[in-house]
């Protein structure tokens, strides 16, 4: 285990970041730091996503998949949370950021090969005083995970919901905010989130992307 000083060497920016778009005074983070070195993708999603869109996603996770795009997330709502199995089955890395404190956190069974190869992160805004998920703990970590990420990919924001909230606040603050162009998230674009087609995607996050070899090594994991 580890917090946050520890992994000013390996990402010296991440402190600034964090501070300019989230209210976090420290964290914590379980697993292999030096995935913080490399760029990452947030993933966010509504609860409730269009069956054209879910289709999108899962297209779109696959290409994140091939391309070696580090994701982050906290895996929470049902579409998202889809998408991690996908994510792990690969050989590039993932930051898992729960919306609780992750000292005492139980590891789910699928999460375990993956950390101990080093190809998993877990990263937490909160102490170890937090052992309970609630809409505010959720907001804070979407906050976080947003603070550490390079860029964002909204998959959909339904009218009315705090995700749509979330992206106005993001594009607000100077985010880099991408989403599926479709009529279903017309909202969020017209609030300036980039739309984008899934057949250009590399034009949009193919910089976030590096294909490690097979032997490649992430550096040491903290477990």
Known sequence: MSDHTDDTAVHPNLDSRIHEYADVDTFTARGNPAILSRPCLAIFCSNRCPGDLIVKTYDLVQKLRDLGVVVISGFHSPVVKECLPILLRSPHPVIYCPARGIDSYRLLPELRKPLAAGRLL??????????????????????????????????????????????????????????????????????????????????????????????????????
């Open 122 to 223: 877990l990263l937490s805004p909160f102490t170890k005083d937090v052992t309970r998920v609630t809409s505010e703990t959720a907001q804070q970590r979407n906050r976080f995970v947003a603070a550490v990420a390079t860029r964002i990919f909204v998959y959909h924001a339904a009218p009315g919901s705090n995700t749509e909230q979330f992206c106005r606040e993001l594009v607000a603050l100077g985010k880099h905010v991408l989403t599926f162009d479709s009529e279903a998230n017309r909202n969020i674009i017209e609030s300036g989130v980039t739309p984008v087609d899934l057949a250009d995607i590399r034009e949009h996050i193919g910089d976030l992307a590096l294909t490690l070899p097979r032997d490649a090594s992430l550096g040491t994991s903290l477990l």
